[in-house]
């Protein structure tokens, strides 16, 4: 299938973009998007064949966790089992910002989305374009970084559609994402690590955790 390549405003998303974006997501299929940690693969997380293709596409092992961007606490709540003190002082001091966080997984969240692992990981973005799509759907989004799996992360909408041309559907051409990508920390045992370095250090993490 051929990818289509839509330039958009990241600052001032062009709303007939937007719907474009949301057109392909609700037919099951995948999109790339800008966000403030990188371009971003998005897909809806609740249909099953759009899971298998987000893994197609990346040639991503299928017992992996796919990471989902949400848009409001409601939806934290929705799919995650419980939202600890731990969460909500992660949440208030870093979202929306490049913070993954991973959770016990409600009965919601689908075990291909959970990696069969009984964990959800979350993530509101300061994303314009992507907090305008997750608003357009109403429902939370797959998002993987766009490459291919083992890979660097494509750093701007050209780069995304050179590597995964005819791997998915759309590419939201914002230029040039130049941050480091996202920080994840598992808060899902008593005993939290960060499972990932990015944007925000390990050190502010610790200083904010009190540890």
């Not at 893994?55 to 939202?83: C, N, V, W």
Request: hydrophobic share 45%.
């Amino acid at each position: 299938m051929p990818t289509d390549l839509i330039e958009i405003d990241r600052e001032a998303p062009d709303p007939g973009a937007v719907q474009k974006a949301a057109a392909v997501v609700r037919r099951g299929r995948v999109a790339a998007i800008p966000t403030d940690a990188l371009y971003t693969l998005v897909a809806d997380p609740f249909n099953l064949h759009a899971v298998g293709l987000v893994f197609r596409a990346k040639g991503r092992a299928i017992h992996r966790s796919l990471p989902l961007l949400i848009g409001d606490m409601p939806m934290a709540e929705e799919l995650a089992k419980e939202l600890t003190p731990r969460f909500h002082l992660l949440a208030r001091l870093f979202w929306p910002g490049p913070l993954t966080i991973i959770l016990p997984a409600s009965a919601k969240v689908p075990l291909k989305v959970a990696g069969n692992a009984g964990k959800v990981a979350l993530r509101q973005s300061r994303s314009r374009v992507a907090a305008a799509l997750i608003a357009e759907l109403q429902q939370p989004l797959i998002a993987t970084s766009a490459n291919i799996s083992g890979q660097p992360t494509c750093h701007s909408g050209i780069e995304v559609f050179g590597t995964m041309d005819g791997r998915i559907d759309l590419v939201l051409d914002g230029g040039l994402c130049s941050g480091m990508g996202s920080t994840t920390i598992d808060i899902s045992e008593p005993a939290w690590k960060i499972v990932r370095e990015g944007a925000i250090s390990a050190k502010t993490i610790q200083d904010a955790l009190g540890q």
